[in-house]
């Protein structure tokens, strides 16, 4: 395997289970009150169409990919820890900005198709998704990032 592919492929197999364990998480949440009304006032509810679903473990995987090939040049400048948060930031930055993609894209379909949702709300809805996202990073960066980012250097034998 290529130097730099095999922090892809670590990227790839913990990282895609546990973000779509995540996402299956995310999406039982709508039952519960708060997160109800926050479907109804953001129209959130563009993320519960199947073709969303599959742009977000889509947009997941190539995030993680891409992230991971730079996971050993990241372990030459810097500490295993600072290497985990650059390969989450660099994962959350693509993240926020797929999601915030699929979310104007499913905006515009609905007010095409005829439902008119709030539009006022749609500043408040990214900052939401990128206030998430964010609050994964620090919790991702101390737990899967950490893994991968570790056995992607004892494989690759990196010394720090």
């Not at 473990?57 to 990241?74: C, E, K, N, P, T």
Request: aromatic share 12%; net charge positive.
């Amino acid at each position: 395997m290529e130097t730099n592919k095999t922090g892809a492929v670590y990227a790839l197999a913990l990282g895609l289970p546990a973000g779509l364990l995540c996402l299956w998480l995310f999406l039982g949440l709508r039952d519960y009150f708060p997160f109800s009304l926050l479907l109804k006032v953001s129209s959130f509810k563009v993320f519960w169409h199947p073709a969303a679903w599959v742009a977000v473990a889509g947009l997941l995987g190539g995030s993680l990919w891409y992230s991971g090939l730079r996971i050993a040049f990241y372990l030459e400048k810097h500490d295993t820890l600072g290497a985990s948060f650059r390969f989450t930031l660099r994962v959350n930055i693509r993240l926020l900005i797929g999601l915030t993609v699929i979310y104007i894209g499913g905006i515009g379909l609905r007010m095409f198709t005829g439902h008119k949702p709030l539009l006022a709300a749609i500043p408040y809805s990214i900052i939401a998704i990128a206030s998430l996202l964010a609050l994964a990073s620090l919790v991702a960066t101390v737990t899967i990032s950490l893994l991968i980012v570790q056995l992607t250097k004892n494989k690759l034998k990196i010394k720090i």
